[in-house]
């Protein structure tokens, strides 16, 4: 556990600054990692070297048994686990010691509860000794959480200043379903200021990288879980989703999410950075290396029936799903505000082939009114309170505005007669939208995550591939194509683009190839609302034609 500060008066009796309530809590973040899980000064990377996805091989300082351990997934580890054939003892302690690497190299973590996570798998173990039974499907996996949702004890700053030192009394309820169903926590992971930036960058904590490049971003707001994966510091993370904070960051570093309707997983007692915002609801979600630990976690947290937790919670069983034989998938080429990066747009058409090939319809989906305006009420929707709820916790530490939030900074409060008005135009269009998809008679949406493969750090523009279907609540999943960028092939477009906006002009301006050459390419797939189980059997069904 991270040793919170004391008391915040300096010697002096001066109130102390941001800067030194940041610092204070870094540090103690750092204080937290013991000495054997820190990286030796012999082995520490150059700041000159990008990747680091092949440092716990190449360092020798992880044991054969710990690179085994954390190089599975957690369907490989849940069995093992189960059978007591690997004790959550060696597995947890196994994966506190990557994370505390991972964070040493990309800055991904927030806190720790490393005496809770080594308490919590001694008890496992012997509950499994005992009775020969797991506690649970989860029994014994250790599982990262995103900073905002609470652990007992732990801060959950949400990147503001004004939460350090604020330990949660509680912990919040999907955590408390998880952990009945047998995962450890030990770990929580970076966020951006108030969960509203698309890459993990704050005045608490700085800024998250990208393990195979770190002069990449590792996406936003949930990056310090897709940093955390990436590294395989965790088998199994969650992360929240309000306008793609679960799935940019999959697309950047390559791995799989499922961004759920509202009310498939428990949301309650999480801290949120704009506390009653409503008109978008937040949701949370599995980040993980594979399509199936991504589907184990989802029947695990619905079997557990969180709706006798969480009044929010539909009480929808996880169901079994048939896919047609044969089927109707639209590609969105562009939304009709940013065209894709020629890498993106290489990935869609490869998979729309495979998809045609394999005797399954594929149509286009040319509706860029339509995402426009889904965009537009994004927008508008998270800027209603003028921007006062991030302004009062931005004052209360005392820490500048980011550059990043401008939009917040600078906005308009509605009145309550407005945001009556706002709902009603939210709520015709996602009439519209369910209209048209009845009137395509589709199945799926093939689209971009984000406009890019991955994107130079502070260089992230665009969340409207992402955002629209927050708007309309629908369920959907990041996945990587099993493509990466080739700078050759690949290259800028130049004179030959036609920028549809002023925002396109400036991402297709800057694309670099030979920045992002050799990164995973993502797509997402999207299914209607609350069709869970439908988008992640349409996603491996993709998987299984492409791969």
């Known amino acids: 556990m991270v040793k919170k500060s004391d008391d915040a008066a300096s010697t002096n009796g001066a109130k102390p600054s941001w800067e030194e309530i940041a610092a204070k809590k870094r540090q103690a ?122 652990l ?10 004004s939460h350090v030192g604020d330990p949660a009394p509680y912990d919040s309820v999907l955590a408390e379903v998880l952990e009945a169903a047998g995962a450890v926590f030990y770990v929580k992971t970076n966020v951006p200021t108030a969960m509203m930036i698309a890459e993990s960058v704050n005045n608490t904590f700085g800024r998250t990288t990208h393990p195979k490049n770190r002069k990449l971003t590792s996406g936003g707001s949930s990056g310090g879980e897709s940093a955390l994966l990436l590294f395989k510091g965790s088998p199994l993370g969650v992360g929240t989703d309000i306008g793609g904070s679960l799935r940019i960051p999959a697309a950047c570093t390559g791995i799989f999410t499922l961004r759920p309707s509202f009310g498939r997983f428990p949301t309650l007692r999480c801290r949120s950075g704009m506390p009653g915002q409503e008109a978008i609801q ?30 929010k919670c539909l009480p929808i069983p996880w169901r079994a799903v048939a896919l047609p034989a044969r089927l109707r998938v639209a590609v969105m080429r562009h939304d009709g505000i940013v065209v894709p990066t020629p890498p993106v747009a290489r990935a869609l058409e490869h998979v729309a082939q495979h998809l045609r090939t394999a005797g399954h319809e594929v149509v286009e989906w040319q509706e860029p009114g339509l995402q426009a305006q889904g965009v537009s ?36 409060e509605l009145g309550t007669w407005e945001m009556w008005k706002l709902h009603l135009e939210r709520t015709e269009f996602q009439k519209r939208y369910l209209d048209r998809w ?82 995973p390419i993502s797509l997402q797939l999207v299914a209607r609302r609350l069709e869970e189980e439908k988008v992640l059997a349409m996603t491996k069904a993709v998987l299984d034609l492409v791969h």
């Open 152 to 161: 007992k004890g732990l801060d959950a700053t949400v990147g503001f200043v």
């Open 282 to 311: 937040s949701v949370n979600g599995p980040m993980a290396r594979t399509l199936a630990d991504i589907q184990l976690y989802s029947a695990a947290v619905v079997g557990a029936e969180p709706w006798a937790l969480d009044p």
């Open 377 to 412: 009420l994004l927008e508008r929707m998270f800027v209603a309170d003028g921007g006062r709820a991030i302004r009062h916790e931005v004052e209360r530490g005392g820490e500048p505005w980011r550059p990043e939030m401008a939009a917040y900074q600078d906005a308009r």
């Open 438 to 519: 009845n009137e395509a008679g589709i199945d799926a949406i093939l689209c971009p995550t984000m406009p890019f493969s991955a994107v130079e750090s502070g260089k992230f523009k665009h969340v409207g591939y992402t955002g629209v279907f927050n708007v309309l609540d629908y369920s959907c999943v990041s996945f990587p194509t099993g493509l990466y960028v080739d700078s050759a092939m690949d290259k800028a477009l130049g004179d030959a683009h036609r920028p549809l906006s002023e925002v396109c002009a400036a991402i297709h301006g800057e694309y670099n190839p030979a920045a992002v050459h050799g990164m």
């Open 29 to 150: 973040l750092l204080d937290s990692i013991p000495a054997e899980w820190r990286i030796p000064a012999n082995l520490v990377t150059p700041d000159t070297q990008d990747d680091v996805t092949g440092w716990p091989e190449a360092s020798g300082w992880f044991t054969p048994q710990e690179l085994a351990i954390t190089n599975a997934t957690a369907a490989d580890l849940l069995p093992q686990l189960a059978s007591g054939q690997l004790k959550s003892l060696d597995v947890t302690k196994a994966f506190c010691k990557r994370a505390c690497a991972a964070h040493q190299l990309t800055n991904c973590l927030s806190d720790t509860c490393f005496e809770r996570a080594l308490s919590t798998a001694r008890r496992l173990d012997d509950h499994l000794a005992r009775t020969g039974r797991p506690v649970g499907p989860l029994h014994g996996l250790p599982v990262s959480l995103k900073d905002n949702f609470n």
